[in-house]
C-alpha cells in the first residue's frame, strides 16, 4: 500500500469519525433537552400551582388594622407561601375596571369587603389540601368566605400529570431512537476497518484483544460526543436566560450538573454496547461476507 493511499484512507477515517462525533453530538443534545424538562418537571409544576390565588375574604365590619394583624397570622400558617393585603379602596378600584365606574351606585354602602390574597405551597394546590386549608382559614371569626377557583385546580393537576407523562414517554422513545442512531453511526465508522478486524483475526487475536481499542475509542468518542452536546446545551440556556429571563428562572440550575450527568453517561454506554455488538458481528463475518 502506497503511501498517497495509505494518506487517503486515514482521511477517511478522520472524517467518518467526525462526522459519527458531531451526530452523536446532536443526539445527546436532544437527549440533554429532555433530561433538563424532566428534571425541573416538579419545579415547573410548583411554578404554576404557586402562583394559583386563594382569596379570604374577610367580614364587612373587619377594619384595616384588623385585617393587617390576621394578614400576618396567615403568613405564619405552614401552607402559606406569600400573602397580598387588599384594601377596600383597591377592590373598589379592580371592580369598577371590570364593571365599570358607576357599578357602586346601586349600592347603599360598599360590598367590596377587605380581603388577602394568599398563595399556597405547591404540596397544598389539590382538591383535599385545599379544603384543609379552606376550613382552617375560615375557623377565624373574622374571615367571611374562603374563595378558589375548584375547576381551575383539577384542570392545573390533571393537566400536569398529562405533561409529566408526554414527557416521560417522549424521553423513552428518544432515547430508543438515540440508541438506534447512535448505533447505525458506530456501525458505520468500525465497519469500515472491517478488513483490519479480519487481518487481526487470521493472525490469531481473540475477540477480547480485537475488541480492546474499539472500545476504549468508543468510550473517548461518547465523552467527546457528551462533552459538545453540554456545551451547545449551555449556550442554549444562556441564550434562554437572556431572552427569557422569567421562564429560565423556573429551572432549578443545582440540577443542570444532573442533565451533564446522563447526557455523558448516555454517550458513553450507548457508543460502548453499540461497539461491543458490532465488533463482536464483524469478527464473525466471513471473507467473502467483508464485501457485502
Not at 14 to 37: D, E
Not at 215 to 244: D, P
Not at 262 to 277: D, E, K, P, R, Y
Request: aromatic share 10%; proline share 1%.
Amino acid at each position: 500500500m502506497g503511501k498517497g493511499e495509505s494518506n487517503i484512507i486515514g482521511r477517511r477515517l478522520a472524517n467518518s469519525y467526525l462526522s459519527s462525533v458531531i451526530s452523536i453530538s446532536l443526539v445527546l443534545l436532544l437527549v440533554g433537552i429532555a433530561s433538563l424538562l424532566l428534571v425541573n418537571a416538579r419545579s415547573v409544576s410548583d411554578y404554576f400551582k404557586e402562583n394559583m390565588q386563594v382569596s379570604v375574604l374577610l367580614k364587612q365590619n373587619v377594619g384595616e388594622d384588623s385585617a393587617r394583624k390576621f394578614q400576618k397570622t396567615l403568613d405564619g400558617m405552614r401552607f402559606i407561601r406569600s400573602s397580598e393585603f387588599i384594601s377596600k379602596e383597591q377592590g373598589e378600584h379592580e371592580m369598577a375596571e371590570l364593571l365599570g365606574d358607576d357599578f357602586l351606585s346601586v349600592f347603599e354602602t360598599s360590598p367590596i369587603p377587605v380581603s388577602i390574597d394568599v398563595t399556597l405551597d405547591a404540596d397544598y394546590v389539590s382538591a383535599d389540601s385545599l379544603e384543609m386549608v379552606k376550613n382552617e382559614i375560615s375557623r377565624s371569626p373574622l374571615v367571611d368566605e374562603v374563595v378558589y377557583q375548584r375547576s381551575l385546580v383539577d384542570t392545573l393537576n390533571a393537566n400536569l400529570s398529562r405533561i409529566s407523562m408526554v414527557i416521560g414517554v417522549f424521553i423513552a422513545l428518544l432515547l430508543f431512537i438515540s440508541f438506534v442512531l447512535i448505533n447505525n453511526t458506530v456501525r458505520l465508522n468500525v465497519y469500515a476497518r472491517r478488513f483490519t478486524v479480519h487481518t487481526m483475526r487470521l493472525v490469531g487475536a481473540t475477540k477480547a484483544f480485537i475488541r480492546g481499542p474499539f472500545l476504549v475509542q468508543s468510550v473517548f468518542q461518547g465523552l467527546f460526543s457528551a462533552f459538545i452536546a453540554i456545551i451547545a446545551l449551555v449556550a442554549i440556556l444562556f441564550v434562554i436566560r437572556r431572552e427569557f429571563l422569567q421562564l429560565f428562572s423556573v429551572f432549578r440550575l443545582e440540577l443542570l450538573l444532573v442533565v451533564m450527568g446522563i447526557v455523558v453517561a448516555s454517550g458513553v454506554l450507548i457508543c460502548f454496547i453499540s461497539t461491543w455488538f458490532v465488533v463482536g458481528k464483524l469478527v464473525s463475518l466471513k471473507k467473502d461476507e467483508l464485501y457485502y
